[in-house]
């Protein structure tokens, strides 16, 4: 493993713009990073968010633009993987570096051209790169800044220092070609050490994969995220478009990544939510714009490619996601009646037992002496029936409550469940049936709760009969 130093002793300050982009044999792997209007902005090259922050600098210098960027990539898609890297030193994190520049002017320019390095884990970026690469990206990103005449000079030594330094210490070089309409092509994987290539064929042979092609796509994935912001999906849908193994025919690899984007309108249109099918017509924008791309490149090669009803899909994808909204807005209706309705009840409960707690304290608190109470014999009655049953008072109070809001929660689960409608609609079939059957199953249900309950029910009578009886019986 060679050191930072090691490294820089070989740096050098020559400038070279990389050539536009070559054939089939030079760049076996085709893609396109996805753009809706059709002409990539190169401005944003390298500002990423996902699956981590990246370090970059993007600068214009007038007459090209180059970028410098880094980023650390989680690929391990196994569980525990911070336990598996503890117990058996294996870890999926690798360092991604980017080192690219523009053919012509910002303003003009096609192409974006370059490479992208590949650190294998953590102790090779950090003791051979890390540093200096961040040195040299905050280098190029004070000249925004600066005022001095020899800008592109100093711009065009960072870059070259920067470099010079991953293509000495990287484990992994691709090289790449970057149109302004999205479209991208890739160079074979070069391996900077023939025991690390050589370990990594047989280990993915063993698998039945081919290590160069992984590699590549992985270089696609980086790009893109340095390119392209998950804007109609879900940022962990990374296979919706990969790398095409590109012929010298050029259409063919064009073809399956129209069939990828049409795969994957018709797979969220399947899902049953507004947010998948508003996806769908997303992809489909963007399926749209690599369509008019590969027309405009293509020109006459163009008819032979197949033909969607894209603007019938459209108005498809648009009725669905009008008609689910509007399902879901009468669902929120018919719940929000139904809550109302609880809130309501609820409330009533809560009032009745308020009045009857606040009734029985006013009617315990006067307690009336024995002198008066020939004055007042009514209320001396009620107040010491009041004091003596205090306790009873409050349990049916809180069996009130109790009741109340476990029929108010049943009634708000099942207001929206299949049974709650199968039911219903079994009684506008067979009404008589459903009464007798509604009928009986009410008198076993109340039945089962008096056996259960009946001394607490006995209790709870009892109360209410003297009560009504003192009420009955004139004063003396």
């Known amino acids: 493993m060679r050191s930072a130093d090691d490294c820089q002793t070989k740096l050098s300050t020559e400038s070279s713009v990389e050539s536009l982009p070559s054939g089939p044999t030079r760049r076996p792997y085709a893609g396109w990073i996805p753009t809706v209007n059709g002409r990539l902005s190169f401005r944003h090259i390298g500002d990423a968010r996902r699956p981590t922050e990246s370090i ?18 989680p690929l391990s898609d196994i569980l525990f993987p911070r336990l598996i890297h503890w117990l058996y030193d294996i870890s999926g994190d690798f360092w991604f570096a980017l080192t690219a520049k523009s053919n012509n002017s910002p303003l003009v320019a096609d192409w974006i051209s370059g490479k992208i390095h590949i650190f294998k884990s953590r102790a090779d970026w950090r003791t051979s790169a890390d540093q200096a690469v961040r040195s040299y ?22 870059f070259d220092r920067a470099r010079k330094l991953v293509d000495e210490c990287a484990d992994i070089e691709v090289d790449f070609d970057l149109d302004r309409n999205g479209e991208v092509y890739f160079g074979n ?8 290539q050589r370990a990594s064929e047989e280990f993915a042979a063993n698998g039945g994969h081919n290590i160069r092609k992984w590699v590549a796509d992985q270089c696609y994935f ?28 050029d259409i063919q690899w064009r073809k399956n990544i129209i069939y990828s984007l049409q795969y994957a309108i018709i797979r969220f249109k399947r899902d049953p939510d507004a947010r998948s099918t508003l996806r769908a017509m997303g992809i489909l924008a963007y399926c749209n714009s690599f ?9 006459q090669q163009f008819s032979g490619f197949p033909k969607f009803n894209n603007d019938a899909l459209l108005l498809s994808l648009q009725a669905k996601a009008d008609e689910i909204s509007t399902a879901e807005q009468i669902i ?7 809550l109302a309705k ?20 006013i009617l315990i608190q006067p307690r009336i002496s024995s002198q008066e109470k020939e004055e007042f014999a009514l209320l001396y009655r009620v107040s010491t029936f009041a004091a003596e049953n205090f306790f009873s008072f409050l349990g049916l109070s809180g069996v009130t409550l109790l009741v109340t809001w476990v029929a108010t929660a049943f009634n708000l689960r099942v207001a929206n469940r299949r049974l709650a409608r199968s039911l ?14 509604f009928f009986l199953g009410a008198l076993v249900v109340s039945g089962f709760t008096v056996w259960l309950f009946w001394p607490a029910m006995s209790s709870m009578l009892e109360t209410m009969f003297e009560l009504f009886q003192l009420f009955r019986t004139p004063a003396k």
């Open 424 to 437: 219903l609609e079994a009684s506008y079939v067979r009404t008589r049936g459903a009464i007798a059957v």
């Open 137 to 158: 990206v905050h280098e190029i990103n004070a000249l925004r800044f600066s005022n001095a005449a020899d800008i592109p000079a100093q711009a065009h030594l960072a």
């Open 332 to 338: 929120s209706n018919r719940q929000n009646g139904e």
């Open 189 to 196: 994987p070069v391996f900077r050490e023939q025991a690390l």
């Open 222 to 249: 980086f790009l893109r995220d340095l390119s392209h912001a998950h804007q109609q999906h879900e940022s962990s849908s990374d296979t919706i478009l990969i790398l095409q193994d590109r012929r010298s025919d």
């Open 56 to 73: 970059f600098a993007n600068l214009d210098t007038g007459a090209e633009r180059i970028i410098v960027a880094y980023q650390h990539r």
């Open 342 to 361: 609880v809130v309501a009840s609820r409330t009533i409960a809560l009032a009745f037992v308020a009045i009857l707690v606040a009734t029985i304290a």
């Open 291 to 299: 369509t008019a791309c590969c027309e405009a490149k293509l020109q």
